[in-house]
């Protein structure tokens, strides 16, 4: 009996968020796609803070509304200095009306958004899903080849690489990545309390990295906490009470009582970027092109540009009647890609080591660079864009119900 065959022009590799986001760009764009999205085998407990390139995409997808409306506005950043060191940095608390914003960004629960994204899926007759991985992926001159585990073969011009940072489809275009580990952990958490957050999210640096306290909607927040590898391991094995009068000291009370809201995440930190973002008909998405520190909250923002940006190339080549996985659309994605992936990357790597510095003049630097910036005005408001992810439009995103 011959094996099930399909064909299409794009195949989106990978149902994580940045994925399902290419799925619908694509899709939104009137090409004929095929998703390989199996099931999650654990809940993702994380959250994202989805900053201004971001929103604009999913505006554009029409689902802007429905993920606002389950975020928690970002309105104000506050950093403050939570080390014990002899120059101490101001506290500096930046509001999103100074630069003509609603809000910084919003920030929604990964589950909340699979979820909310997922369902989009059934709005497109051009968007065909299934739940299987591929097993095996092979592009050449005319075109690419993507077998199922159940002998299924898809027959496409392009394939979106969204299948994360072990991705198959990145080793099939023969693309290697650069690696460092960094001396850090991430741990990760949600938490409920009895002080409002009035929509601010406080960062506080401490001695081994920042201890970022983010909005949820109503009495609860998430903790991005990155620490040695030594404390993420004593706070794995605290009880959910010693956790939280952990919390409730380090944040010296700002959010009242803390009660731990569910499992806790452990991410050793790490940067690994693709050599190249395109090769063989292949464009890596999301973390199978780049994987960063959760500081500064630019991961999945990095993904959904990519999402965006091989969507507009790819619908842009299509509609000339031209192949979405030839070599100039592969060459235009990396060039696109590069640099704001490059960037990104140091400027967190920077940021995270700033912190870890044990040498006095990096902390006067840091703490001066930031005292001058939050005074003068056109600095203060350069600084709060470039965290944004470039061009977030200042036309103000919808107000929040
Ligand atoms: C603690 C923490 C906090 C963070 N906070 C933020 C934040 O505030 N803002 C932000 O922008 N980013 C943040 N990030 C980064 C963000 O979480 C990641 O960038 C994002 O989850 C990566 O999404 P992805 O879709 O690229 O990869 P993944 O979520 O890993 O998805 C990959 C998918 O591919 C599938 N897959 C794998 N192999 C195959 C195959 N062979 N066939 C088919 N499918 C396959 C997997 O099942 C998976 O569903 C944070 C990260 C951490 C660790």
Not at 93 to 104: C, K, P, R, V, W
């Amino acid at each position: 009996m011959s094996k099930p065959l399909l064909t299409c022009d794009a195949a989106v590799v990978g149902g994580g968020p940045a994925g399902l986001v290419a799925a619908l760009a694509l899709a939104h764009g009137g090409v004929k796609i095929a998703l390989l999205a199996p099931l999650p085998a654990h809940a993702d407990r994380r959250t994202t803070a989805l900053l201004g390139t971001s929103v604009d995409t999913l505006r554009k997808l029409e689902i802007s509304d429905s993920i606002l409306q389950r975020s928690a506005p970002l309105k104000r950043l506050r950093l403050a200095d939570g080390t014990r060191r002899l120059i101490r940095t101001p506290e500096v608390t930046f509001d999103s009306s100074e630069i003509g914003l609603d809000a910084f960004g919003y920030n929604i629960e990964n589950e909340t958004l699979l979820a909310v994204l997922r369902e989009t899926l059934g709005r497109y007759e051009n968007l065909r899903v299934l739940e299987r991985p591929a097993a095996r992926v092979e592009a050449g001159e005319e075109g690419a080849r993507i077998l199922l585990d159940d002998g299924t073969e898809i027959q496409t011009r392009l394939v979106v690489a969204a299948d994360g940072r072990n991705s198959l489809c990145r080793a099939s275009a023969g693309i290697h990545t650069t690696k460092r580990a960094l001396p850090q952990t991430a741990v990760a958490l949600n938490l409920f309390h009895t002080r409002p957050h009035n929509d601010t999210s406080t960062e506080f640096h401490t001695e081994s990295g920042p201890f970022t306290l983010v909005p949820l909607p109503g009495l609860r927040s998430s903790l991005v906490w990155v620490c040695t590898a030594k404390d993420a391991e004593r706070v794995r094995a605290a009880s959910d009470s010693e956790l939280a009068r952990e919390i409730e000291a380090k944040s010296h009370s700002l959010l009242g009582q803390i009660e731990i809201d569910g499992p806790r995440g452990i991410f050793p930190l790490g940067i690994e970027i693709a050599d190249k973002f395109a090769a063989n008909r292949i464009a890596l998405v999301g973390e199978s092109g780049h994987v960063i520190p959760p500081i500064g909250a630019q991961g999945l923002n990095l993904g959904i540009r990519d999402a965006n940006a091989i969507a507009e190339l790819a619908c842009a080549t299509l509609a000339e009647g031209r192949d979405p996985g030839g070599s100039d659309v592969m060459e235009a994605y990396d060039f696109t890609r590069r640099g704001d992936v490059r960037s990104r990357a140091v400027a967190v790597e920077m940021l995270g080591r700033s912190l870890l510095s044990g040498f006095l003049p990096v902390h006067m630097a840091r703490g001066l660079g930031l005292e001058i910036a939050s005074r003068v005005p056109f600095l203060r408001r350069g600084l709060m864009r470039g965290g944004l992810g470039g061009s977030l439009s200042g036309r103000g995103h919808s107000k929040i119900a």
